[in-house]
């Protein structure tokens, strides 16, 4: 079992940056942050491997920016020109050998 321990998020306007951590009770291989708006399904956001391997969806490329500390077992999401429809709640994603490890979500709301 892995358990997850999200901060940072709350209100910000358009342009404007935020930062999100998200703290694992142990080391797992993947770490990420998918995202979900009223009315519409969980999407991806960023992922990275412990490795360094990186994904981002299209919609957050150059302006989100994802990093992970092994050492703490705490992957960050940088989130810069911050847009209406970022807004959402985040969630932190935790996977190793099929098993998937979700936090409690933190919301990100993005004026206009």
């Known amino acids: 079992q892995v358990q997850l321990v999200e901060s940072g998020g709350g209100s910000v306007q358009a342009g404007g940056s935020l930062i999100l951590s998200c703290a694992a009770s142990r080391n797992i291989f993947s770490m990420g942050w998918y995202r979900q708006a009223p009315g519409k399904q969980r999407e991806l956001v960023a992922v990275?491997?412990?490795?360094?391997?990186?994904n981002y969806a299209d919609s957050v490329k150059g302006r989100f920016t994802i990093s992970r500390d092994n050492a703490k077992n705490t992957v960050y999401l940088q989130m810069n020109s911050l847009k209406p429809e970022d807004t959402g709640v985040y969630y932190c994603?935790?996977?190793?050998?099929?098993?998937?490890?979700w936090g409690q979500g933190t919301q990100v709301t993005v004026s206009s």
């Open positions: 990275i491997t412990s490795g360094g391997s990186l």
């Open positions: 994603k935790a996977s190793s050998v099929g098993l998937n490890y």
